[in-house]
């Protein structure tokens, strides 16, 4: 379990409204506000009109219902966790913000907008200082994991260049992206045809290097988002190439990641700075089973960190295994910790003064 926002809770609590309640993102972020023991006050579990109704757990005992997120009114409302694609936080986290809600989207919509603050709390919290419409963005799964490994090295030896291929799970797609492994693979056993449907090619017992639509360059925007938001959130120095491929794994997502340092590097050295690094969690043994899988960190807050070793290829290079569970650190964990930096740093308490 993470640290718990401290100070001012002690003493407030706070209104939540969680939009995107129903799907696998926003089911996490209640579940992680509950498990952290946020300050809540009251919550609110917001959806499209077709979900209005619906009841979801909040902890063990409280039972929410979800409210229409086209007729909710978000004045008195502190904190909004967003994740109902970047559509609807288009139109409705303006609204939200203006109410005087601070807004933590978890869409692409905001990440590159030059007064929106993208934020992850192990690597970037002063960047919550500047948050000028009101609006927080959440990065990428696949930066999110990645910029926490990469942080510590970057202040001890200075990264200059990263190549990373990614191995990203089907939940990465939401439910459906879960829903379609699952069918094909029964589809598959039982000797039915297979659909493709959420995914370009079969996704069961495949792997598909295909993320998000492609770009005029050859990548594709998966690819483009884990360069430039490394950049806006770590280093804009730091150059980034990405191979971003969409494999038969339900939850949690891992890189291949390699960098070039301006300064020599070591894999004692590197061992020692990411095992103090808040977030990371390192597992390094050269022996059968002496690393971190997707499988291993479902449901867990780390980002794990193992195979490190020289990358003799180029001058001062370290390469390094990384896995994280993309639904929790990789989204609602992240939402989570970026409200518990606000309300750490006093800037909920100032806005309400």
């Not at 290097?209 to 594709?220: A, E, N, Q, R, V």
């Amino acid at each position: 379990m993470g640290p718990r926002a401290q100070g001012e809770n002690k003493v407030m609590g706070y209104r939540v409204a969680v939009v995107g309640a129903t799907g696998a993102v926003g089911r996490e972020m209640l579940k992680t506000l509950a498990e952290r023991n946020f300050p809540v006050k009251e919550v609110a579990a917001l959806a499209s009109g077709r979900s209005t109704g619906q009841l979801l757990s909040f902890g063990d005992k409280q039972v929410l219902t979800v409210q229409n997120l086209d007729k909710f009114d978000f004045n008195g409302w502190d904190i909004g966790l967003f994740s109902p694609g970047a559509a609807v936080s288009a139109v409705h986290a303006p609204r939200a913000a203006e109410a005087g809600c601070i807004v933590i989207d978890n869409t692409s919509q905001f990440r590159m907008d030059p007064d929106v603050p993208l934020v992850v709390p192990e690597v970037n919290p002063q960047a919550l200082t500047r948050i000028r419409r009101g609006i927080i963005a959440n990065p990428n799964c696949s930066t999110i994991q990645m910029v926490v490994a990469l942080k510590p090295l970057h202040d001890r030896y200075g990264i200059k260049r990263v190549v990373v291929s990614t191995y990203q799970s089907v939940s990465g797609a939401g439910k459906e992206g879960m829903d379609e492994l699952y069918a094909q693979t029964k589809a598959t056993y039982v000797n039915d045809p297979v659909k493709a449907e959420q995914f370009t090619k079969q996704i069961a017992f495949n792997v598909i290097p295909h993320i998000d639509k492609f770009l005029d360059d050859g990548s594709t925007k998966e690819e483009w988002k884990m360069a430039v938001e490394t950049r806006k959130i770590l280093d804009p120095d730091i150059r980034v190439i990405a191979t971003c491929v969409r494999v038969p794994v339900f939850i949690g997502h891992a890189e291949a990641v390699y960098i070039e340092c301006e300064r020599p590097v070591t894999v004692e050295g590197a061992r020692a700075v990411l095992r103090d690094a808040p977030g990371v969690v390192v597992v390094d043994h050269r022996e059968d089973g002496g690393y971190i899988t997707p499988l291993e960190c479902q449901g867990e807050d780390a980002t794990y960190v193992s195979r490190i070793r020289i990358d003799p290829t180029v001058e001062h290079g370290l390469a390094f295994w990384c896995v994280a569970d993309n639904l929790r650190k990789g989204a609602a964990l992240n939402a989570v910790q970026i409200a518990e930096t606000l309300v750490a740093q006093g800037i909920l308490a100032r806005r309400a003064a």
